[in-house]
């Protein structure tokens, strides 16, 4: 198991930036797929993407490719997500979130979120 703190949102302008971090618990965080989503006022959590577990591969879905990057430090117990290019509709809660599993996307653990702003 692993408990998951998200830390570094706030409110940025529009075409800034913004490094988010998920701090994890315990010994095997190095076990476990990472995630990103997110959660605006009345709508659905988003997938924001993924890091597999040595942080050789990542994926982003279109709605944040080229401007998102998710990273990891094994070592630290820590996955970050750079937010460039920031636009109004990135405002959301977000969540990271850990899977044990590779063949599967459902996410066993999560964060409690941390709101990020973005201004026009």
């Known amino acids: 198991q692993v408990q998951l703190v998200e830390s570094g949102g706030g409110l940025v302008q529009a075409g800034g930036s913004l490094r988010l971090s998920c701090a994890a618990s315990?010994?095997?965080?190095?076990?476990?797929?990472m995630g990103w989503f997110r959660q605006a006022p009345g709508k659905d959590r988003e997938f924001v993407g993924f890091i597999n577990r040595s942080g050789t591969s990542t994926y982003y879905p279109d709605s944040v490719k080229g401007r998102f990057t998710i990273s990891r430090d094994n070592a630290k117990n820590t996955v970050y997500l750079q937010m460039n290019g920031l636009k109004p509709e990135d405002t959301a809660v977000y969540y990271c979130?850990?899977?044990?599993?590779?063949?599967?996307?459902?996410?066993?653990?999560w964060g409690q979120g941390t709101q990020v702003t973005v201004s026009s």
């Open positions: 979130a850990a899977r044990i599993g590779i063949t599967t996307t459902q996410y066993d653990y």
């Open positions: 315990g010994r095997t965080f190095s076990n476990y797929v």
